[in-house]
């Protein structure tokens, strides 16, 4: 059974940093691609970052581009979402989901996945 468990989230001041956790089980994280997305109350569902799995590609939304990172630990089949220089506006539920389109090269993350894990609510305020 393809189970993801994401962690880390809380309350952070604005330019502060998290960094998110999605512990996979079930499969190994290079079968399918794997990202992150979020959802702001009121908003709809966002994909915030992907890594293609078959050439470890990496996407970005405009919005965090050069402030979050995305990475995976294939030892520890964990995936992880670095976010530096947070802002109020990145406050969200954030979900990690595999077996996405994922398209780094042509700037396509699309919003449906096959697998969705647990969210972790970021809070970002002063």
């Known amino acids: 059974e393809v189970q993801l468990q994401a962690s880390g989230g809380g309350l952070v001041q604005p330019g502060g940093s998290l960094r998110l956790s999605c512990a996979a089980s079930?499969?190994?994280?290079?079968?399918?691609?794997i990202g992150w997305f979020r959802q702001a109350p009121g908003k709809e569902r966002e994909g915030v970052s992907c890594i293609n799995n078959s050439d470890g590609s990496t996407y970005y939304a405009d919005s965090v581009k050069g402030r979050f990172t995305i990475s995976r630990d294939n030892a520890k089949n964990t995936l992880y979402l670095q976010m530096n220089s947070l802002k109020p506006e990145d406050t969200a539920v954030y979900y990690c989901a595999s077996d996405m389109i994922c398209l780094p090269g042509l700037r396509i993350m699309d919003n449906r996945a096959e697998y969705w894990g647990t969210g972790t609510l970021v809070t970002v305020s002063s």
């Open positions: 079930g499969f190994t994280l290079d079968d399918y691609n």
